[in-house]
């Protein structure tokens, strides 16, 4: 992915803002509805008067913006309980993902109401491209006609594609934040950041609720761009690509069985590459892809046997229900920060990188260590009905068979974790540049 998505991103969000100061708030964003268009244009003001407004007038809304959206984010007045902010799941000192271990986050009127999907990290959500049923990359780093498939979106489904649009989702469900756009309104107007909220919308955004809601998901959006905080590129392997540090032997061998097609081929999805332009890697392709991940039993939604998370084509996607080809693909995450999480996977069902790692090499050989076992018969993909099951990726490693030696033993997978760990945001260079680096 190249860094014309990520201007695209904050072009965007100028606009918005240049809408919202010429007089309107954004309609889209104060509709509930529009969860489920996942491919609806970025909002548009719904009002406008003729005043036009200078660049260095845009720039100073945004900041205003921003400085009220962190306010907004750390505010718990906003929920239906008073006790859940955006932050108390999206933690700044966890690359704002969840602080716990919790296969799921609790939140609701009562803060006991379990969730059905694990909690992402909200960072290096810049790069993510609209969400396309057949995605071709505009960008520089390879070929264009090459179909990719289902790709993007903000969310584990790709519902959505806007951050506005994002942050409407927890705020009004019900085992999240449980508000309402009136619920929301009231707190905004009695929060001690009004004064803040109304220069940054203007003196009417407080004439209704929509408006005032509206203004809200803008806010927390604008603020989700800021790049020291959502997309700083501080890891000790942005440092290593730039040449001011070097990676221990475990580090570089991992990165090595990651990049490698016939042992992890963690980059086929993860990609780890530069793109041309120079961008650094998302280690992602931001592309829907089924893998087969075991049921969560321990997830209460998932006591009815009845029930399972299909991911793109449902139960909380609505407009590809129906589309078999769709069932069971979940967005690939990026791995930035993926060492600060104790969480993996849609369905959280796993709490370390080595498990997680081991189940990519071991899913198609090791069946048994995954998946329900009845009289000697593995129940392989038991979150996911039969019908579903050609949609499973099968590329390597999960091209053998049971019985076939794992495509890394248990020395590398270390190896592949320690490289994981090297994602992390906020490493500090030594003091003196090691000699052996990425640059030279």
């Not at 809408?19 to 954004?26: E, K, N, Q, R, V």
């Not at 009562?110 to 990290?121: E, K, L």
């Not at 332009?277 to 392709?285: A, E, I, N, R, Y």
Request: with cysteine.
């Amino acid at each position: 992915m190249s860094s014309l998505r990520l201007s695209v991103a904050v072009s965007s969000l100028l606009l918005a803002a240049l809408a919202i100061t010429l007089g309107g708030c954004d309609s889209h964003a104060a509709n509930p509805s529009a969860d489920a268009s996942p491919n609806a244009a970025p909002a548009q003001a719904a009002s406008a008067s003729p005043q036009a407004q200078s660049r260095s007038q845009v720039f100073a809304a945004v900041k205003e913006m921003t400085a009220v959206g962190e306010k907004l984010f750390f505010d718990p007045s906003l929920s239906g309980s008073g006790k859940l902010a955006c932050a108390s799941c999206h933690s700044p000192d966890h690359a704002f993902g969840p602080s716990n271990g919790l296969s799921v986050q609790l939140g609701g009127s009562d803060m006991h109401r379990p969730g059905f999907r694990a909690v992402p990290s909200l960072r290096y959500l810049q790069a993510v491209p609209a969400f396309s049923e057949h995605f071709h990359d505009s960008d520089d780093e390879g070929d264009e006609s090459v179909d990719a498939g289902p790709t993007g979106g903000l969310t584990w489904d790709g519902r959505v594609d806007h951050g506005a649009d994002q942050a409407r989702i927890p705020l009004l469900s019900s085992f999240e934040m449980g508000s309402t756009p009136a619920k929301v309104a009231a707190a905004v107007k009695a929060a001690p950041y009004a004064d803040d909220f109304r220069r940054a919308f203007g003196a009417n955004v407080f004439d209704s609720d929509d408006k005032t809601f509206a203004a809200t998901l803008r806010a927390l959006e604008a603020f989700e761009q800021v790049p020291q905080k959502f997309y700083p590129y501080t890891s000790k392997f942005d440092a290593y690509l730039a040449g001011r540090t070097k990676l221990t032997d475990a580090e570089l061998h991992g990165l090595a069985l990651f990049n490698d097609e016939k042992k992890g081929n963690c980059a086929a999805c993860h990609i780890s590459q530069r793109a041309k332009d120079g961008t650094p890697p998302q280690f992602s392709d931001f592309g829907l892809i089924a893998i087969g991940v075991p049921r969560n039993r321990a997830l209460p939604v998932n006591r009815d046997p009845r029930y399972h998370d299909l991911g793109a084509c449902g139960p909380e996607r609505t407009d590809l229900k129906g589309r078999d080809e769709f069932c069971g693909l979940f967005r690939t995450p990026s791995l930035r920060n993926v060492a600060l999480r104790k969480t993996f996977f849609h369905n959280g069902i796993y709490h370390s990188l080595e498990d997680v790692v081991r189940f990519y090499v071991e899913r198609d050989t090791n069946p048994e260590k995954f998946y329900p076992v009845s009289k000697g018969v593995v129940r392989k993909f038991d979150d996911l009905p039969k019908r579903y099951w050609t949609n499973v990726n099968t590329e390597p490693p999960f091209d053998r068979k049971r019985g076939e030696q794992p495509a890394l033993d248990e020395a590398e997978i270390k190896d592949v974790v320690a490289f994981l760990g090297t994602l992390t945001d906020g490493f500090q260079v030594p003091a003196r540049t090691p000699a052996k680096t990425a640059a030279n």
